[in-house]
C-alpha cells in the first residue's frame, strides 16, 4: 500500500448505528486531518492530529469523535448521525502541520446517513 | 474573513483551450496559495502553489498568476487536454500554520476532445 488509505469506500448507515471510518497513511508524516467533502461546498476541515494529540476540532458535533492511535492511523468513530451527514469524508497527512506542508488525500469514505 | 470564494463553478472547453480559475480571499495574512485536482472517486492532489513573493508561477501547462493589492489568484491551464478534465480547489492558508488550509468551492472542469 502506498500513499494515503481509507476504509471502507462506501459506507451505508442508519442514524441510530454506529461505524468507524479507518485511514491509514504510509508516508512517515506524523500529522493526520479529517475533512468533510459536501456537493458545491468548500471542504471543511473537521479534526488535526499532530504525532498523535490533538490539535484542532473545527466546532464538529460530538457525534463524531475522532482517535489517533499513532502517527499512521486514524479513526473516525460515527454514533447517532444526521441525513444531512451524509457526504465524502476525507482523510489527509503532511509531514507536520507547519510550514505549508503538502497534505496527501486519501480516495475518502462515501457516507449515506437513512 | 477566512473565506475563499472561486469561480467559476463549472467551466467546459475544447481541447487546446486556456481554462482560466479564479479565486479571491479577504485574509491579508493568507500567504500561501496552493491549488488542488480532484478526480473522481479520488482525493485533492496538489497541483501548483504560490507564495506572494512572485506574482507568477509555472510548471508544465499549469500556471497560477497572483495578484496580491486585489487579493485575487487564478490557474490558467495551457493547452488543454480531455485528460485535465476535473474538479480544481483553491485554497489559501498562512504559511506557519500550514494545517489549516481555508478551500474554495472547487470548479469543475471538462475539456471536450
Known amino acids: 500500500e502506498t500513499g494515503v488509505t481509507q476504509t471502507p469506500r462506501h459506507l451505508v448507515m442508519g442514524m441510530t448505528n454506529k461505524k468507524s471510518l479507518k485511514c491509514e497513511q504510509h508516508?512517515?508524516?506524523?500529522?493526520m486531518y479529517w475533512y468533510k467533502q459536501s456537493a458545491k461546498k468548500p471542504l471543511e476541515l473537521m479534526f488535526v492530529?499532530?504525532?498523535?494529540?490533538?490539535?484542532e476540532n473545527n466546532s464538529v458535533p460530538s457525534r463524531f469523535s475522532p482517535e489517533c492511535p499513532n502517527s499512521s492511523h486514524l479513526f473516525l468513530h460515527l454514533h447517532t448521525l444526521q441525513p444531512e451527514d451524509s457526504a465524502l469524508y476525507l482523510c489527509?497527512?503532511?509531514?507536520?502541520?507547519?510550514?505549508?506542508?503538502?497534505?496527501?488525500f486519501g480516495p475518502g469514505t462515501r457516507l449515506l446517513v437513512l | 474573513q477566512q473565506q475563499v470564494k472561486q469561480s467559476p463553478q463549472s467551466l467546459i472547453v475544447q481541447k487546446g483551450g486556456i481554462p482560466i480559475i479564479n479565486c479571491a480571499y479577504e485574509?491579508?495574512?493568507?500567504?500561501?496559495f496552493p491549488w488542488y485536482q480532484q478526480f473522481p472517486g479520488k482525493g485533492p492532489a496538489l497541483l501548483i502553489a504560490?507564495?506572494?513573493?512572485?506574482s507568477e508561477k509555472k510548471e508544465g501547462r499549469f500556471t497560477i498568476s497572483f495578484n496580491k493589492s486585489a487579493k485575487q489568484f487564478s490557474l490558467h491551464i495551457m493547452d488543454s487536454q480531455p485528460g485535465d478534465s476535473a474538479t480544481y480547489f483553491c485554497a489559501a492558508s498562512i504559511w506557519t500554520s500550514g494545517s489549516r488550509l481555508t478551500f474554495g468551492e472547487g470548479t469543475q472542469l471538462t475539456v471536450n476532445p
Open positions: 485574509n491579508t495574512a493568507f500567504d500561501y
Open positions: 504560490i507564495r506572494p513573493d512572485v
Open positions: 508516508l512517515g508524516h506524523n500529522a
Open positions: 489527509a497527512s503532511s509531514q507536520d502541520t507547519t510550514f505549508g506542508e503538502t497534505q496527501y
Open positions: 492530529y499532530n504525532f498523535k494529540e490533538q490539535t
